[in-house]
């Protein structure tokens, strides 16, 4: 049995800049359930690779193709699914990932055989085994398939302790040179935590895994960063700093072990803001850059989204990752409820503070959060591939489309004659590299 990994992408205006590039790390993962269980088996990411997925599948021949992608590629993974049905309809298709685990009902269509609705691994390598053995299905928690042309849904699996599988880094190797983020680059990915402990309601990543917050072992994770060759290492859980003691002996242990690696992380703006010692320590062993989400400029906003933060805290961790010379990328939400002051304060907090790299995002409740429900109705029409940050979903309560959009983008390109970074990699970018 062989199988092909393939992750689907849908372009952005910002796909043509290429500011982050990073491995699949999570078809990696996949791709080391399969080693461990003797599947020959091939990573697409066109991203990457050149060659169509559509040639892969010809040369290579699978039985079984996996695709996967964001809610952004959603028509795309349909599309490919039909193509892969219609030319070899014997190959069976598995769809799965972070937005599939959610939002599983977009998939149930004719093409598609199996849609995985768990982060666990296990489900992954269960259901191998069973199209390997031409089983039948019967229950499988995590697993949702057809029985007599008859979806079965069954309830997504939670994963309730670190699984212990390791991603095949071969495709990273093999690409790492053009692997980055910004200016950062030979960068991997490094996951070490399912989910997220806290509830701000726009946010879909605290609904993973069940919304059950699972952590790894401070060993594990420095064994895997000990093993991977590469400058950088991006650890993309969606907060790494939440307890202090664990993150002091993290400290304890990356001290010993002499790893000679820069490092980039996501952080709360609470954590940084009440633990300065901590991160001057984080500096001192290699953490370039935090990245944070601000979201707003005022604590009635950030009350707003339930980010139990205040501005206070948000202007403490500018300070703080200044004094010990770190990188702070800010991620902020702009509402459709602005006004043109709004943006100008926005902007003016951005000049103020010196905020050289931040990314701003429109306000977009993804499918399964608490605030979709609200909004649901408004968004009916919009198709999957709008639901990137940078469309307008919504109608603007103050503004016309065109206005709000132009004092958007307008606050985005400000970036661009305030940071010389920015203007370093848009350089790289005009010349090529
Ligand atoms: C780093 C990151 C990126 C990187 C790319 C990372 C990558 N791997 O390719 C960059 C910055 C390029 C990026 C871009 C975008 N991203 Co992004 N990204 C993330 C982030 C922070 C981490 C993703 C990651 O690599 N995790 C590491 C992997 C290993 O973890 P994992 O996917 O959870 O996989 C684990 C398990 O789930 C399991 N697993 C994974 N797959 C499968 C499959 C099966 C069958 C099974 C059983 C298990 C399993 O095994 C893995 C090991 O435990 C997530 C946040 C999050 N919580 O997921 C957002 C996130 C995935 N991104 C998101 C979005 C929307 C985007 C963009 C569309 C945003 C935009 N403005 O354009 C683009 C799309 C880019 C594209 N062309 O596809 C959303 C997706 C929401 C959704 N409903 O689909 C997320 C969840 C963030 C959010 N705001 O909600 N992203
Ligand atoms: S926005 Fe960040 S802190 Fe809030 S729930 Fe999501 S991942 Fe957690």
Redesign the pocket.
Same mark, same amino acid.
Request: glycine share 8%; net charge neutral.
């Given at each position: 049995m062989k199988v092909i990994l393939l /992750? *689907? =992408? &849908? &372009?952005?205006i910002?796909?043509y800049f290429e500011p982050?590039?990073? #491995?699949? !790390? #999570?078809l990696e993962? !996949?791709q080391g359930v399969l080693d461990d269980i003797n599947i020959p088996s091939l990573i697409h990411d066109s +991203?990457f690779i050149k060659k169509s997925y559509k040639d892969y599948i010809k040369e290579f021949n699978p039985h079984i193709v @996996?695709l996967? %992608?964001?809610?952004?590629?959603t028509e795309i993974i349909i599309n490919r699914a039909k193509w892969i049905k219609r030319n070899f309809p014997h190959i069976k298709i598995?769809v %799965? %990932?972070? @937005?599939a685990?959610?939002?599983y009902e977009d998939f149930l269509c004719d093409p598609i055989d199996y849609i995985?609705n768990?982060?666990? !691994?296990l489900?992954?390598k269960s259901?191998i085994l069973n199209i390997g053995e031409n089983k039948r299905l019967n229950n499988m928690d %995590?697993v949702i398939f057809k029985k007599n042309n008859e979806w079965i849904i069954n309830k997504s699996l939670k994963i309730g302790s670190w #699984?212990d @599988?390791m991603?095949n880094r071969e495709f990273f190797y093999r690409y790492k040179n053009r692997t980055k983020y910004l200016n950062y680059e030979n960068m991997a +990915?490094l /996951?070490a935590s =399912?989910s997220c402990p806290f509830s701000c309601n726009f946010? @879909? *990543?605290k609904l993973?895994?069940g919304g059950h917050y699972v952590t790894r072992s401070n060993d594990s994770i420095i064994d895997e960063i000990k093993s991977i060759h590469s400058d950088y290492v991006?650890i993309?859980d969606?907060t790494f700093l939440v307890d202090k003691n664990k993150v002091m002996d993290f400290c304890d242990r990356l001290e010993k072990s002499n790893i000679n690696k820069k490092f980039i992380a996501?952080s709360r703006a609470d954590f940084i803001s009440s633990n300065p010692n901590t991160i001057k320590r984080l500096s001192s062993l290699g953490f370039v850059d935090f990245i944070v989400g601000m979201e707003a400029v005022s604590t009635s906003e950030l009350d707003s989204y339930n980010k139990s933060l205040t501005i206070n805290e948000n202007i403490r961790t500018i300070e703080i990752l200044n004094n010990y010379n770190i990188n702070l990328t800010a991620l902020f939400i702009v509402n459709h409820n602005y006004t043109i002051k709004d943006f100008k304060t926005l902007r003016n907090f951005i000049r103020k503070y010196n905020l050289k790299t931040y990314t701003l995002?429109i306000f977009t409740p993804? /499918?399964?959060t608490e605030i979709y429900k609200e909004y649901k109705d408004l968004m009916d029409k919009v198709s999957f591939k709008k639901?990137?940050?940078?469309n307008l979903l919504i109608k603007p309560t103050h503004l016309c489309k065109f206005r709000f959009l132009w004092e958007f983008y307008k606050t985005y390109v400000l970036q661009l004659f305030y940071s010389s970074k920015y203007i370093k990699f848009l350089f790289n970018r005009l010349r090529g590299n």
């Open positions: /992750k *689907c =992408h &849908k &372009k952005t910002f796909s982050v590039v990073t #491995e699949p !790390l #999570e993962y !996949l +991203l @996996y996967t %992608g964001y809610v952004t590629a598995i %799965g %990932g972070v @937005y685990q959610i939002n995985v768990s982060s666990s !691994l489900s992954f259901l %995590g #699984e @599988y991603p +990915l /996951k =399912h946010c @879909y *990543c993973l895994n991006w993309v969606d996501y995002s993804m /499918k399964g639901f990137d940050f940078l």
